[in-house]
């Protein structure tokens, strides 16, 4: 599987960057290294079981969408959680663009990102996990997913993301949005839930706690982050589609022949 690096725009110097030492927050949410009692320092735990695929094939079957709550191992979202503040704190994180000039609207989407590129166990164990995931995908619902592209997402408080489609135009390669959560407790009072639509009505409201996967079909399910109280840590991915010209290709030509 590929991982793609996309170019960010430029950090502007500390524009509501996280905070260079920890606030009685960070401190508060378990979420500061070295002191997180959850983190695994073992490189080799696997980093999904057997059965864990099911509910998200039955899912995405039924509806297109859906929300699990364990999905993930709690130690390896420890341990990403651990590499995305150590990141935050060395100013390795970029504002957010959207669309495809990747324009900072701030009013719009509020979150400092770094894409993953395998760099560190932690990302190869979730990028393992993930790639179970896309094989499966399309060997039962034949999606043809080609490659994922992720990053972390730091929402400082104050920060959302505006309802929005992942895949926004037809050239848009993304087919399967996948967010995994980071944050070891969260209420209902502290924001920054993910709300999923059908239409105008809110059909879920997902509390971004650790271990959470949200996965959703990108062309069909808008959504949005609402404004965080508390920093906010996730890991929002896209499988994509190879491009048609590439696809036409493989097959020979024959797609574009005429
Ligand atoms: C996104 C997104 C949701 C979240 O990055 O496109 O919708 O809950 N993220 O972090
Ligand atoms: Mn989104």
């Not at 959560?181 to 706690?209: C, H, K, S």
Request: proline content about 9%; hydrophobic content about 40%; charged content about 20%.
């Amino acid at each position: 599987m590929r991982v793609l690096c996309v170019g960010r725009p430029p950090l502007t110097q500390n524009a509501g960057q996280a905070p260079k030492k920890p606030d009685n927050q960070r401190a508060a949410d378990g979420a500061v290294p070295p002191e997180d009692p959850a983190m695994s320092h073992n490189p080799n735990l696997p980093a999904l079981p057997p059965d864990r695929l099911e509910p998200v094939l039955a899912a995405l079957r039924a509806s297109g969408w859906g929300v699990f709550p364990d999905f993930f191992a709690p130690e390896l979202m420890a341990d990403l959680r651990h590499e995305l503040w150590g990141r935050a704190e060395q100013d390795q994180l970029r504002p957010a663009g959207v669309g495809k000039e990747g324009q900072r609207l701030s009013a719009v989407r509020g979150d400092y990102i770094r894409w993953l590129n395998g760099a560190t166990p932690p990302q190869r164990r979730f990028l393992a996990a993930m790639e179970a995931l896309r094989l499966r995908v399309n060997r039962e619902l034949l999606l043809g997913l080609e490659d994922l592209e992720c990053h972390f997402a730091h929402y400082p408080p104050g920060a959302g993301y505006a309802r929005h489609l992942d895949s926004f135009d037809s050239n848009n390669l993304r087919r399967l949005t996948v967010v995994a959560y980071l944050n070891p407790q969260w209420t209902p009072a502290d924001g920054g839930q993910m709300r999923i639509f059908d239409g105008e009505a809110v059909i879920a409201e997902v509390q971004p706690r650790s271990g959470a996967l949200v996965c959703f079909i990108s062309e069909e399910i808008a959504h949005e982050v609402v404004a965080t109280q508390r920093h906010r840590a996730s890991i929002a991915g896209w499988f994509r589609v190879r491009p048609l010209t590439a696809q036409a290709d493989a097959l020979g030509g024959q797609v574009l022949a005429g």
